[in-house]
């Protein structure tokens, strides 16, 4: 554990790192500080991630909604706990209702899988949680009734993607009053949406998945000739799965085991540490080039095995495992771009939000819709709207990762987690955007973790991301002699405009320091890190 940090911000920056007994990082500044609200009121950590994460479903709904899905970890003072609260496909999604595609639908009913954000809420908050559910849900209902002012970014987001999304039934009538997207500075209201929070916290849960909004969904379902069912909503169970881990350096680098794209960043640092990555500063050629190839091998390896844990060939522990991790680093060239497939080994749109306490507790906290807004599908008088996780299938014959019934899709949502050699808590983390996450996580743990930048310095950095081949797009705030390079080892490198959407996620990332916390939030959001 750190007792002090380097407090130098070497990159363009308009924030400081936050420093405290307790904090919260999230991406939407109403959220930050509903969180700090529960921390002040005596809750734990997990109180203040529930209440910030129901909050953002109002505030962020481009990145969320109460129909999404969740994963977190949870260091509870003594012990880690990781959580994936992703939901099956319904029970009549066989591959043979969608014959005839290459790619399973993106948008619409049939793109819907099982919401479990709900139900990761309510597991969160029986297990760690002490204050009332009515009170750490009151922020939420209270911004959605009486109103908030959309915040810059989100408001850009919304005009993007709101139109095209206003075929789908009911995103117009939620998403769209007044024919159009809100403006920046607008103050709006989601009566429909704070009822359900209401009758969520009432009845902790059990209205969603077995009552009268678990009626609601599936009749909208049948009305639209989506499969959907009562049934599959009342089977969904989050599941206590623990973390899977790699070292990285003096530290551990935890994550979600499968479904999630989690073990990518796994593969990725693991690769990472046996090569020398110590040599140069984490903005080095050289480094650069190393983390760029690692993360090359991992997607690869994980397009071709993660899925449903239930269906993988190989297990996580045989893809985490020294030796194949050896081979698979030794095709990395320390001087030349590649192109690599995936292993085999042997047998055998999302937001993201810290939260942290003075009693030791801190969670890693991930919820999401998927491709901004998700389906588009919004239950009629509820404010619901749906993740798009089943675009996550395969439609590929024999993929372990292929649609079928009661199947979790391979997702791409992460909460990332690092302990130190004793054991103890070190770090809460993550980077949300989709297929840039795990790369995200790689970025974040080699500058804090291996080069010891302060959470904001890590945050505001330049990125980097792997577009597949030997595409690889960077910020326009990277080094142009490390551009050159790059592109002198081979590398197509793809300046990406400032105008781009989150190609580059956005982080939130809380870190022990002696018997408090520093942390920081990414300049790319409108979020914020609060302490106290």
């Known amino acids: ?45 997990i109180d203040a991630a529930v209440a910030a994460a129901m909050v953002l479903t109002v505030v962020e709904p ?171 909503l009342a089977a969904q169970e989050p599941d206590w799965v623990g973390t899977i881990s790699t070292a990285f350096g003096d530290y551990r680098v935890h994550e979600i085991p499968p479904n999630g794209q989690g073990i990518s960043a796994l593969l990725a640092l693991g690769m990472l540490d046996r090569h020398d990555w110590r040599s140069g500063g984490p903005d080095a050629t050289g480094v650069t080039h190393l983390s760029i190839e690692a993360v090359k091998l991992a997607l690869a390896d994980a397009a071709e095995h993660v899925a449903d844990a239930s269906f993988m060939r190989v297990t996580p522990e045989a893809l985490l495992d020294p030796a194949y991790l050896d081979r698979r680093a030794r095709l990395i060239d320390p001087a030349a771009a590649g192109d690599p497939k995936a292993g085999q080994p042997g047998p055998g749109g999302t937001v993201y939000l810290s939260a942290a306490d003075a009693e030791g507790r801190m969670v890693s906290f991930i919820q999401s819709n998927f491709m901004g807004f998700g389906s588009g599908v919004v239950v009629p008088g509820t404010g619901i709207s749906l993740q798009n996780r089943g675009a996550g299938f395969s439609l590929q014959p024999g993929h372990v990762n292929e649609v079928g019934p009661s199947k979790k899709p391979f997702q791409t949502i992460i909460p990332g987690f690092a302990t130190g050699a004793q ?23 080699l500058r804090i973790l291996g080069h010891g930048q302060n959470p904001q310095a890590a945050a505001d950095a330049p990125r980097w991301r792997v577009n597949g081949g030997r595409k690889v797009a960077v910020e326009p705030g990277f080094d142009p002699e490390v551009v050159a390079a790059l592109q002198a080892m081979g590398h197509e490198i793809d300046v990406e405009p400032p105008e781009a959407v989150f190609g580059f996620g956005g982080a939130q990332i809380i870190r022990r320091l002696g018997e408090g916390y520093v942390a920081g939030s990414d300049p790319r959001k409108d979020g914020c890190a609060m302490a106290f």
Request: aromatic share 8%; glycine share 14%.
């Open 62 to 232: 481009t990145g969320c909604g109460i129909g999404s899905d969740a994963y977190a970890i949870v260091w509870d003072g003594k012990e880690l706990h990781g959580l994936n609260a992703s939901g099956r496909s319904p029970a009549a999604w066989t591959p043979e209702r969608f014959s005839g595609g290459t790619t399973m639908p993106q948008r619409g009913w049939e793109a819907v899988t099982v919401p479990g954000a709900v139900s990761a809420w309510i597991a969160l908050w029986r297990r760690f949680g002490t204050l009332p559910l009515s009170e750490i849900a009151s922020p939420a209902i209270r911004y959605a009734t009486e109103g908030f002012h959309v915040s810059p970014t989100i408001a850009r987001l919304w005009g993007m993607t709101g139109p095209e999304l206003s075929v789908q039934p009911g995103f117009a009538d939620c998403f769209m009053a007044g024919g159009r997207a809100p403006r920046a500075g607008e103050r709006i209201t989601l009566p429909d949406h704070g009822a359900t929070l209401r009758l969520i916290a009432e009845t902790e849960g059990e209205a969603f998945y077995r009552g009268e909004l678990a009626e609601r969904i599936a009749a909208d379902a049948a009305a639209h000739g989506a499969a959907l069912t009562l049934d599959d």
């Open 423 to 445: 054991g103890q808590p070190e770090m809460s983390f993550g980077v949300m955007g989709g297929p840039m996450q795990a790369q995200g996580h790689l970025q974040m743990a």
């Open 1 to 45: 554990m750190l007792g002090v940090i380097d407090p130098d911000l070497p990159y363009s920056s308009r924030r400081q790192p936050v420093m405290g007994d307790n904090a919260v990082a999230t991406s939407q500044p109403l959220a930050t500080a509903a969180g700090l609200a529960m921390l002040h009121k005596g809750g734990t950590a």
